[in-house]
């Protein structure tokens, strides 16, 4: 089997005068979900449509599973399986039906019946798409994109506005689908998401990789386990906090700092000593959210 399931280089697609993707540089291993984190517009959807085989580049090299968009398409449509943000299904098509409809397009595949055990919808077989859950309809455009047995899975927010049981359910699908080997590229903008899932994962931002790792790699560049968020109506600067007690790293955040620690117990009694009338005072574990905020300024979400 290829040692990368995506290989991409010098990837430029531009609209007009806009340049959605810039330069990206990007490989995913084989048997590995990889994760693409970065806030809308920082051209992560360009590039996932690009490399699906749904927009041409403007410039740079693409290769899915070893082969090329221009000259291998047929095959690739074969060995992929593609499940957008946003899927919709006939209501008046029962979920075997659509599976059955979904699997006529693919020489090989999987057992309808197999699909659907993979989502947890054999029991929703003979039921009207229009009759499942926001949670349901989620797994059956999933199953969709697996009942052709593909070699790599693209998944583009497949969790969005899920509650969290159905979102679980989800993310012991895709688990599942990794340990027989196979490739997954996610998209998301849940953090404990692309931790819990992704053995690596790039920050995009500005349509080019500024970060690349692992989750636990990723986090350590903070230099800490825990953040301290704080404001105050105090001038303080910086460089201050930065001197404080296992203070490792300091940023802006919003309209206060976000400070990197090591020891809660020996840095927030510091902190407090300095900073006497906080506005606002927090604490949470280091997260990938922390890193997108160090690395450009900006929450995840804006």
């Not at 990837?11 to 993707?21: C, E, H, I, S």
């Not at 060995?79 to 979904?102: A, M, N, W, Y």
């Not at 070699?151 to 497949?158: A, S, V, Y």
């Amino acid at each position: 089997m290829n040692a990368l399931a995506i290989r991409c280089r010098a990837l430029v697609k531009k609209y007009d005068d806009v340049t959605a993707v810039n330069g990206l540089d990007l490989d995913v291993r084989t048997g590995e979900c990889f994760g693409l984190l970065g806030p809308n517009g920082a051209g992560k959807t360009t590039t996932v449509e690009v490399l699906e085989g749904l927009l041409e580049p403007t410039s740079g090299e693409v290769e899915v599973l070893g082969l090329r968009w221009n000259s291998n398409e047929r095959e690739l449509r074969q060995k992929l399986g593609i499940s957008l943000q946003e899927t919709h299904l006939p209501d008046r098509l029962t979920v075997e039906e659509c599976l059955r409809l979904f699997r006529s397009f693919y020489t090989h595949g999987q057992t309808i019946e197999s699909a659907l055990a993979q989502v947890q919808l054999g029991d929703k077989a003979k039921t009207w798409t229009v009759k499942l859950s926001g949670g349901q309809k989620q797994r059956l455009a999933v199953a969709c994109a697996l009942v052709s047995d593909p070699e790599l899975l693209f998944l583009d927010e497949p969790t969005t506005g899920l509650d969290p049981q159905s979102r679980r359910q989800l993310w012991d699908v895709v688990l599942g689908f990794k340990a027989r080997d196979r490739s997954v590229l996610l998209t998301t903008h849940y953090m404990d998401e692309a931790e819990r899932l992704c053995d690596r994962v790039a920050v995009v931002d500005k349509g080019k990789v500024i970060a690349l790792g692992t989750p636990r790699e990723l986090i350590a560049t903070l230099g800490g386990d825990m953040v301290v968020e704080l404001a105050s109506e105090e001038v303080i600067s910086a460089a201050e906090l930065a001197a404080l007690p296992d203070v490792k790293q300091v940023h802006k955040s919003g309209d206060g700092f976000a400070l990197t620690v090591d020891q809660l117990h020996i840095a927030l009694p510091a902190i407090l000593a300095r900073v006497r009338k906080p506005t606002r005072l927090s604490t949470h574990q280091a997260t990938l959210e922390d890193v997108f905020v160090q690395l450009t300024g900006r929450q995840l979400r804006e």
